[in-house]
Nanobody, 118 residues
Framework: QVQLVESGGGLVQAGGSLRLSCAASGSIFGFNYMGWYRQAPGNQRELVAIITGGGSTNYADSVKGRFTISRGNAKNTVDLQMNSLKPEDTAVYYC????????????WGQGTQVTVSS
């Protein structure tokens, strides 16, 4: 069983920066990717950025050039550095992990609120 715990959300002014961190407990052996999704009120959950075990990354077009995803030294952590934040980045951010072994399964954190004021 994998548990994901996020930290680092908060309130920031437009143009500011925040760093989100997620730590996975339990075995992540056989994982496909770790990453971040977000959900704003009235919207569907959407991909922000993911990183694979091999280090490949994928970003939403809306955050390219502003957000950077990375894995921590412990390898069971994933960080999201968010720069040049905009009010439209306001959402609950969820850490996500997908495993393919022993079977395909998605895991989610409890979410952390990010609010960007104009």
């Amino acid at each position: 069983q994998v548990q994901l715990v996020e930290s680092g959300g908060g309130l920031v002014q437009a143009g500011g920066s925040l760093r989100l961190s997620c730590a996975a407990s339990g075995s992540i052996f056989g994982f496909n990717y770790m990453g971040w999704y977000r959900q704003a009120p009235g919207n569907q959950r959407e991909l922000v950025a993911i990183i694979t075990g091999g280090g490949s990354t994928n970003y939403a077009d809306s955050v390219k050039g502003r957000f950077t995803i990375s894995r921590g030294n412990a390898k069971n952590t994933v960080d999201l550095q968010m720069n040049s934040l905009k009010p439209e980045d306001t959402a609950v951010y969820y850490c996500a992990l997908q495993k393919v072994l022993p079977s395909l399964r998605d895991y989610w954190g409890q979410g952390t609120q990010v609010t960007v004021s104009s």
